[in-house]
C-alpha cells in the first residue's frame, strides 16, 4: 500500500496505527494528506508543472528535501489549496495538523530532523456556524416516514442517530456483544471507549430489530446492523438509507445526513432535556468541551423570547 511514499512517512503512518492508536480512518486520512502535500512540495521546488500532481513520484524523497522545506513553502501549499481546491478552513486545517504531527515525529521521535518548519504555521481559523438540525417535530416526521421490508432495521437505526448522538462509523461498528442490558459500548475517536444508555426508545427499537434480524449465512455474525447482502451494513448503505428517510419525511435531503442527525441529538438534549454541557460531552464522545459547545446555540424562538422579556419592552 505505501510503495508511493517515502519510507520515512510510512514509518509515521506505522507509530500513529501502533503507538499512537489512530483508526484506520484516521492513518488512510495521514496517508492521503501527505502524499499530496509532498507531491506538491516536491512540484513546488523544483518548479514542475503542478497540473498533475497526482502523476509525481515522491518515493525518491529523501531526508535532505525536507530539510529544504520552509514555512514559506508551507503557505504556498496552502494557497494551492484554497486557490485550486477551494478547501474550506476545515479541510486544510486537517491537512496542517498532518504536517504538524508528521513533523514533530521526524523531529522528536526520528530525530532526523534539527528544525521544525511547522512551528510557526498556525491553524486556519475556523468560523462558528450554527450547526443544522432537526426541530423535535421534524424528527417525529423522520421516524414516521420509515417503512419496507427492513423498517426495523432502519427504525433502529435511525432511532440510535436521533436519541444517542452517534457518528456514522460508531453506528456501523456496533457488533451484538456491545448491548448489555440497557448500555451500549462504543468505540469512539481514537479508540476511546465510552458507555451509554438505551433509553426505551433505543431498546425498544433493538430488541424489534433483533426480532426479525437475520442469522443465516452471514458474512458478519458479530455486526449488530445487517445488510440487504448478509454482511456488516456500509457507511455508503447508511447514508443512502437517511437520505431516503429524509426525502420521505418532505426535508431536504442535501441538507441533512447522518452527521446531522449527530446534530439534531445534541440539539434536542440540550434544549428538551435540559442535559448539562459536561454530560453531552460524554454523551458525544468529545474529547474538548469546545467542541461540544457549538451545540448550546439558541434558536429564534429564544432570541424572540429573550428580546421580549427584557424588561424596557414594556415601556
Do not use: W
Not at 93 to 111: G, I, P, T
Request: glycine share 4%; charged share 25%.
Amino acid at each position: 500500500m505505501y510503495d508511493d511514499i517515502p519510507k520515512y512517512i510510512e514509518n509515521f503512518l506505522m507509530y500513529m496505527r501502533n503507538i499512537q492508536n489512530r483508526s484506520k480512518t484516521t492513518i488512510r486520512e495521514y496517508y492521503y494528506d501527505l502524499r499530496f502535500a509532498f507531491r506538491f512540495l516536491k512540484a513546488h521546488k523544483n518548479n514542475l508543472s503542478k497540473e498533475n500532481l497526482n502523476e509525481i513520484n515522491i518515493s525518491d524523497l529523501d531526508i535532505s528535501f525536507l530539510k529544504s522545506i520552509s514555512l514559506n513553502d508551507l503557505y504556498n501549499y496552502l494557497d494551492f489549496l484554497s486557490t485550486n481546491y477551494n478547501d474550506k478552513p476545515t479541510t486544510r486545517s486537517r491537512k496542517v495538523s498532518a504536517l504538524k504531527s508528521f513533523f514533530n515525529y521526524m523531529c522528536f521521535k526520528e530525530k532526523a530532523l534539527d528544525k521544525n518548519p511547522t512551528v510557526e504555521l498556525e491553524m486556519p481559523k475556523l468560523g462558528k456556524r450554527i450547526p443544522k438540525y432537526l426541530t423535535l417535530d421534524e424528527s417525529k416526521t423522520l421516524l414516521n416516514s420509515i417503512e419496507g421490508k427492513f423498517e426495523k432495521r432502519d427504525y433502529a437505526i435511525i432511532t440510535l442517530f436521533l436519541n444517542c448522538g452517534l457518528r456514522l462509523s460508531e453506528l456501523v461498528n456496533i457488533n451484538i456483544k456491545d448491548i448489555k442490558n440497557n448500555t451500549l459500548s462504543i468505540i469512539g475517536k481514537g479508540n476511546k471507549e465510552r458507555i451509554l444508555y438505551l433509553n426505551n426508545a433505543c431498546t425498544k427499537a433493538i430488541n424489534e430489530y433483533l426480532a426479525v434480524r437475520p442469522h443465516d449465512n452471514l458474512k458478519d455474525r458479530d455486526a449488530l446492523f445487517i445488510s440487504n447482502f448478509g454482511g456488516r451494513i456500509s457507511r455508503r448503505m447508511v447514508e443512502m438509507i437517511v437520505k431516503k428517510y429524509i426525502s420521505l419525511a418532505g426535508l431536504d435531503p442535501k441538507k441533512y445526513t447522518p452527521h446531522k442527525l449527530r446534530h439534531t441529538a445534541a440539539t434536542l438534549m440540550l434544549k428538551h432535556g435540559k442535559v448539562d454541557i459536561r454530560s453531552l460531552q460524554q454523551v458525544l464522545g468529545h474529547e474538548s468541551i469546545s467542541t461540544t459547545e457549538i451545540y448550546t446555540h439558541v434558536d429564534s424562538e429564544q432570541i424572540k423570547n429573550a428580546l421580549e422579556n427584557n424588561p424596557l419592552n414594556n415601556i
